[in-house]
Nanobody, 123 residues
C-alpha cells in the first residue's frame, strides 16, 4: 500500500504557474499509474491527468495547461500548472494505482491510493 503526501499548494495570482509535488512512501515504478485529480468546492473529484506505462493520459480538466511528470528514483510525482485561472481553485490530490487502469476513471478511482490533498487558490 503506497502512502502519498502532496505539497506545493497555496494562494497564487491568476496567470502565474505552480508546481505541485507528491512524495510516495513506497517504490513507484512503471507498473504503477499515478495521477492528479482535483475537487473544487461543492463539486465532485475529477481527474486531471495520469501517467503510467510510458504514456500520459489527459482528462478534460487537465488539457492544455497541465503537465505531469514523475521521478521514479525520488518516488515523486509532479504537476505543473501554467497560466492559472480562478476556476483552477480546488483541492488537488495525487493518486497511485495499477497501470492497467491508467486513464480509466472508474477503474482507477475505485482502486487507487490517495494523498490528503493540497489546496490551490487562484485569485
Amino acid at each position: 500500500h503506497v502512502q502519498l503526501v502532496e505539497s506545493g499548494g497555496g494562494s497564487v495570482q491568476a496567470g502565474r504557474s505552480l508546481r505541485l509535488s507528491c512524495a510516495a512512501s513506497g517504490y513507484i515504478d512503471d507498473s504503477y499509474c499515478t495521477a492528479w485529480f482535483r475537487q473544487a468546492p461543492g463539486k465532485e473529484r475529477v481527474a486531471a491527468i495520469y501517467i503510467g506505462g510510458g504514456r500520459t493520459y489527459y482528462a478534460d480538466s487537465g488539457k492544455g495547461r497541465f503537465t505531469i511528470s514523475r521521478d521514479n528514483a525520488k518516488n515523486t510525482l509532479y504537476l505543473q500548472i501554467n497560466s492559472l485561472k480562478p476556476e483552477d481553485t480546488a483541492m488537488y490530490y495525487c493518486a497511485a494505482g495499477l497501470a492497467r487502469y491508467c486513464g480509466a476513471f472508474s477503474g482507477f478511482f475505485a482502486r487507487a491510493s490517495w494523498g490528503q490533498g493540497t489546496q490551490v487558490t487562484v485569485s
